[in-house]
T-cell receptor
């Protein structure tokens, strides 16, 4: 079975500071990795994903995540956050891309303060 | 931009009552899902639905739960006799054909409160 652990439930940070949201997973088989973001009163939106190839993946709004197989981690980083990045962030894994079953972590609430 | 729509955004019901949560997936999508998140816990997969039948379900999805695509546009989750522990945020999702796990689109959720 697979599991995902997000080590921080809440991360407060000041605007323009760097941030790292941590995600570790457990699986006996290869997995595909995702970060989803949920802005207030909206649905979960795919932020970025790792399927294969380069272990560093980037989103269009400046976030990046690095797949580390030895550490079984997929931490999300941004060098300089904005107020608009305030949201809840969910790490998820899938073992089977043809199916839609995602295993989620608990979520990390990122709060960016001015 | 097309989106998955869920109604209502918040539903309150009495324990033991039946409740139906409604979702309108994106129109050209073929795969449909329900997930839920109990307050303070992880988002959990409940069920996937394709070609008018359940393709996968979790152990949470017992006989109290059912899904239906009644009219080609709506996708519903029915809980026959609600329990206090069914209180949660329920998310509907849909995806187009192909590598569906990388193309899931989620609705904004229905907060179900069972009293």
């Amino acid at each position: 079975a697979q599991s995902v652990t997000q080590l921080d439930s809440q991360v407060p940070v000041f605007e323009e500071a760097p941030v790292e949201l941590r995600c570790n997973y457990s699986s006996s088989v290869s997995v595909y990795l995702f970060w989803y973001v949920q802005y207030p009163n909206q649905g979960l939106q795919l932020l970025l994903k790792y399927l294969s190839g380069s272990t560093l993946v980037e989103s269009i709004n400046g976030f990046e995540a690095e797949f580390n197989k030895s550490q079984t981690s997929f931490h999300l980083r941004k060098p300089s956050v904005h107020i608009s990045d305030t949201a809840e962030y969910f790490c998820a894994v899938s073992v089977f891309l043809q199916g839609g079953k995602l295993i989620f972590g608990q979520g990390t609430e990122l709060s960016v303060k001015p | 931009e097309p989106e998955v729509t869920q109604t209502p955004s918040h539903q309150v019901t009495q324990m033991g009552q039946e409740v139906i949560l409604r979702c309108v997936p994106i129109s050209n999508h073929l795969y449909f899902y329900w997930y839920r998140q109990i307050l303070g816990q992880k988002v959990e997969f409940l069920v996937s639905f394709y070609n008018n039948e359940i393709s996968e379900k979790s152990e949470i999805f017992d006989d109290q739960f059912s899904v239906e695509r009644p009219d080609g546009s709506n996708f519903t989750l029915k809980i026959r006799s609600t329990k206090l522990e069914d209180s949660a945020m329920y998310f509907c999702a849909s995806s187009p054909p192909g590598l569906v796990a990388e193309k899931l689109f989620f609705g904004s959720g229905t907060q179900l409160s069972v009293l």
